[in-house]
């Protein structure tokens, strides 16, 4: 499908549904946190065939092969055909232990958080999934 045209890693990744929008990608690539050959990506890396992506999202280390680059985005049934799952099973019941445990716990009756306590939240979360 691709006619070798040379493909961004942030415009890869959502293209592939990794990330919701190409400015998360984009992000991710800033932080650090997408690595092709041990080596941490910028935004406008190049992704070739046969590259092994690893995606760090706390606390899961998804890993991807690409099968063959893309530049628009498929559908989730189509994203086989572009990527590989390389990630191992222990990486992936971590997910699960995520969902299960619950970070905080509000009493009932003291009503939705106020928009500074939700960035309290977000910021506890996140140093807790960094571990």
């Known amino acids: 499908m691709s ?5 961004r890693i942030d415009k890869f990744l959502w293209s ?3 990330f919701k929008t190409r400015s998360i990608a984009s992000e991710e690539c800033r932080k650090g946190r997408i690595i092709i050959n ?5 935004p406008s890396r190049i992704v070739l065939k046969n590259e092994i992506i ?3 999202k706390p606390p899961v280390i998804f890993t991807y092969r690409v099968i063959e680059p893309i530049e628009n985005r498929v559908s989730a ?3 086989e055909q572009f990527i590989e799952d390389l990630t ?3 990486e992936k019941s971590k997910l699960d232990i995520r969902q299960s445990i619950g970070i905080g716990f509000r009493d009932k009756g003291t009503g939705r958080p106020t928009k500074k306590e939700r960035r309290e939240i ?3 979360k ?3 999934y960094d571990l």
């Not at 041990?38 to 910028?42: A, L």
Request: proline share 7%; charged share 45%.
């Open 88 to 90: 191992t099973e222990e």
């Open 38 to 42: 041990n080596i941490p990506v910028k």
């Open 3 to 7: 006619d070798n045209k040379p493909i």
């Open 126 to 128: 996140e140093d807790f």
């Open 16 to 18: 592939v549904r990794l």
């Open 54 to 56: 690893t995606v760090k």
């Open 122 to 124: 977000d910021r506890l």
């Open 77 to 79: 049934k189509l994203v």
